[in-house]
Nanobody, 115 residues
Framework: QVRLVESGGGLAQPGGSLNLSCTAS????????MGWYRQPPGKERELVVL???????NYADSVKGRFTISRDNMKSTVYMQMGNLRPDDTAVYYC?????????WGQGTRVTVST
């Protein structure tokens, strides 16, 4: 069982930045595909970025060039730097750990981009 705890959400102005963290406990995340998803108000949850254990990364088109994922397997932590934020980035952001048929979610952290 993997427990994920996200942190770093909050309020940012358009054009600003925020850094999210996701810390895992209960297992070594090295073999896990780690991802960030988000759920905007009134919408379905959507993929933001995936970090595969072999090193490849896949970003949603909407965040390419603005968001950067990184992972520190020794610290069991995944980070997401979010820059040039836009109002449509407003959402609850969730961390996911996936290994085979086993997927785990964090509780989410809210990001609001507004003036």
């Amino acid at each position: 069982q993997v427990r994920l705890v996200e942190s770093g959400g909050g309020l940012a102005q358009p054009g600003g930045s925020l850094n999210l963290s996701c810390t895992a406990s209960g297992d070594d995340i090295t073999p896990y595909t780690m991802g960030w998803y988000r759920q905007p108000p009134g919408k379905e949850r959507e993929l933001v970025v995936l970090s595969w254990p072999a090193g490849s990364i896949n970003y949603a088109d909407s965040v390419k060039g603005r968001f950067t994922i990184s992972r520190d397997n020794m610290k069991s932590t995944v980070y997401m730097q979010m820059g040039n934020l836009r109002p449509d980035d407003t959402a609850v952001y969730y961390c996911q750990a996936l290994l085979g048929p086993n997927g785990y979610w964090g509780q989410g952290t809210r990001v609001t981009v507004s003036t």
